[in-house]
């Protein structure tokens, strides 16, 4: 059974950093891409970052580049979301997701394009 857990959410104040994991069970993380992906009240779920171990590529929304990194720990199989200079704007719960073309369709005009798998969500909140 595939499952995504992600943890490392929680409150910080603008300019603060989080780190967000999301674990993976039930494949590797050869199998699939992952994405992480956010959804602020009253709008709609966003592409944040992707990443794929196995096509060596990486994406970042415009929104957070210079400021967010994805990465993984293979022994683990764990993905990672480091987020630095956080703003209140990035407030949201922050979805983790595997899909086999997620970075292949990480361009279409539709945002959850590719997902296969998601999971249940972390809160992140910035304070101004």
């Known amino acids: 059974e595939v499952q995504l857990v992600e943890s490392g959410g929680g409150l910080v104040q603008a300019g603060g950093s989080l780190r967000l994991s999301c674990a993976a069970s039930?494949?590797?993380?050869?199998?699939?891409?992952i994405g992480w992906f956010r959804q602020a009240p009253g709008k709609e779920r966003e592409r944040v970052s992707c990443?794929?171990?196995?096509?060596?590529?990486?994406f970042y929304a415009d929104s957070v580049k210079g400021r967010f990194t994805i990465s993984t720990d293979s022994a683990k199989n764990t993905v990672y979301l480091q987020m630095n200079s956080l703003k209140p704007e990035d407030t949201a719960v922050y979805y983790c997701?595997?899909?086999?073309?997620?970075?292949?369709?990480?361009?279409?005009?539709?945002?959850?394009?590719?997902?296969?798998?998601w999971g249940q969500g972390t809160q992140v909140t910035v304070s101004s």
């Open positions: 039930g494949f590797t993380l050869d199998d699939y891409a």
């Open positions: 997701a595997a899909g086999t073309f997620l970075t292949t369709l990480w361009h279409t005009s539709v945002s959850v394009d590719g997902v296969d798998y």
């Open positions: 990443i794929s171990t196995t096509d060596r590529v990486t």
